[in-house]
């Protein structure tokens, strides 16, 4: 039994912080941004303080239509023995397309997209989410993720597709309350509804992070303080349950001390009234657990500047309490349906989101048997309809029926611009060496242009692209040809591919 309290997502750039944060009970770290024999030092420190640490992956893609790489959950596992981590945490989406069961080239989305609410995608979830579990050495939480979109013709709620995933899989939730609110603006879907029907029992912890509204979309950017509408569905949410932990998370435009401190304390604020509410309701039912009433936030909550200019609340002067309920151990998967029903992040998750190649194999007699009750045409159906999808948000190919073309134009802008700061992140070279002309020759190169692998061979393909257009100056093309060239050494996958390496490189050094 694990008690998880107050944490904050790690990050590098703000290690030196966390470590002197009070109250700070445990992390979060992105589970395909570290290397199992080679932890930073300064979360090695916090290990050794006896500071809790999770592992949050993010390029399972277990909503998609493939079964799970076997690779992946390999490496998610050996983090999470690296780490003594008493749970993992994925995400419920998908994140590549194509392939085998598509007979089409594989494509990657970059960013974790919404799987449709209809029968047939939960069972091919179950199913995914079954040979995780076997796979996983701890137990498994799956977070509820953010849309721009909405697939046409679902036929669940949130509430109800992931209270029959707790069902028939025993898996845990990692409810986002910041991806709720996204919801609600994105796509009118009621926060309140959505937590009446969770299975809150199955919660192993909360997400709070902070976004930014534009033109009637809310971007769920985790580069923004936390708003009080989020501070208020995490009232919500309390007003339910007392969560095991609630982390806060932050990826990019890192504020300073004080303000992390800041959000920190509203968001203690928020969870420590709930637990007085909650005492005070048992208290008067004579000692019997009751539903607390609604948890008031105060207009300026949250942390960071107010609106008007002004200063967000005070730093915390002392640790809070560790959260009072227990992640418990997985509990065995209950005996769900059989059969096929006939009745759908600029930083550090991008960055870490697709770098590794994707084997497709037939899989083990353990996929087979967890995977029993689908039938292949099923997950042929989701595939094909997952990759349509894809294609037309980052392909330019036509967009699939009933989906609202607006809100794909917004998701092919943001999929877009995403993906150009994070090739900028991770290839600093690029916009050292191209100058101002990087992001608009990036933004032209990228909008029919897929990702097939990784961020960092999409910054190769993106440089082989200007290469081949021999457009560039010739003092800047030397310098992109000579980046390229130290940095396009993979093992060949054929001997068909080494021929095509070398010819390429021949072709750019006579250049």
Not at 156 to 169: A, D, H, I, K, P
Not at 279 to 284: R, S
Not at 308 to 318: D, F, R, V
Not at 422 to 433: F, H, M, S, T, W
């Amino acid at each position: 039994m694990v008690r998880l309290g107050t944490g904050i997502g790690w990050r590098p750039e703000i290690s030196g912080d966390i470590a002197r944060l009070p109250g700070i009970d445990w992390v979060e770290v992105v589970a395909e941004n570290i290397c199992p024999n080679h932890l930073p030092t300064a979360l090695v420190e916090l290990r050794e303080r006896g500071t809790t640490v999770v592992p949050h992956g993010v390029s399972l893609g277990l909503g998609g239509a493939e079964r799970p790489d076997r690779g992946r959950l390999a490496a998610l596992a050996e983090r999470a023995e690296a780490l003594g981590a008493p749970l993992v945490t994925e995400h419920i989406a998908f994140v590549r397309a194509g392939g085998a069961l598509t007979a089409s080239p594989g494509i990657e989305a970059g960013h974790l997209m919404p799987v449709p609410r209809t029968r047939e995608a939960l069972d091919v979830l179950c199913a995914n989410v079954r040979i995780a579990q076997d796979a996983l050495p701890v137990p498994l939480a799956l977070e509820n993720i953010a849309a721009l979109i909405g697939w046409p013709g679902e036929e669940l709620t949130e509430g109800q597709f992931l209270t029959e995933l707790v069902e028939r899989t025993g898996v845990r939730l990692l409810i986002d309350v910041a991806n709720l609110h996204t919801n609600h603006v994105n796509r009118g879907e009621d926060p309140v509804q959505a937590l009446d029907t969770l299975p809150t029992s199955a919660i192993a912890y909360v997400h709070v992070a902070g976004g930014i509204e534009r033109d009637g979309v809310w971007h769920d950017s985790h580069a923004h303080p936390v708003t009080d509408p989020v501070l208020e569905v995490l009232a919500e949410l309390c007003a339910r349950t007392t969560p095991p932990g609630v982390l806060l998370e932050r990826d990019e435009n890192f504020p300073p001390y004080e303000e992390l401190a800041a959000e920190l304390a509203a968001i203690r604020a928020v969870t420590e009234r709930a637990a007085l509410g909650a005492a005070v309701a048992a208290a008067g039912a004579g000692g019997t657990t009751a539903r607390p009433a609604r948890i008031a936030v105060p207009a300026g909550a949250a942390a960071g500047p107010a609106p008007g200019g002004g200063p967000g609340p005070a730093a915390p002067t002392a640790p809070g309490p560790a959260g009072v309920t227990a992640v418990a151990e997985r509990p065995a998967a209950p005996a769900g349906p059989s059969g096929t029903h006939t009745d759908t992040d600029t930083g550090a998750h991008a960055r870490a989101q697709a770098d590794a190649d994707t084997d497709i194999d037939a899989g083990t007699d353990a996929d087979a048997d967890a995977d029993a009750d689908i039938d292949d045409t099923v997950r042929e159906r989701l595939a094909l309809a997952q990759t349509s999808l894809l294609s037309a948000l980052v392909a330019g190919t036509p967009a699939p029926e009933g989906f609202d073309r607006g809100r794909l134009k917004v998701q092919n802008r943001a999929l877009v611009v995403k993906r150009a700061g994070v090739v900028a992140k991770i290839a600093p070279e690029l916009p050292d060496i191209l100058g101002a002309g990087f992001r608009p020759a990036y933004l032209r190169y990228a909008r029919s242009r897929p990702m097939t692998g990784g961020y960092r061979r999409d910054a190769l393909a993106f440089a082989e692209h200007l290469l081949a257009a021999g457009e560039l100056p010739e003092d800047t093309r030397r310098r992109l040809r000579d980046w390229w060239l130290e940095r396009a050494e993979p093992a060949p996958a054929s001997a068909r591919l080494a021929r095509l390496l070398r010819a390429a490189r021949r072709a750019l050094r006579r250049r």
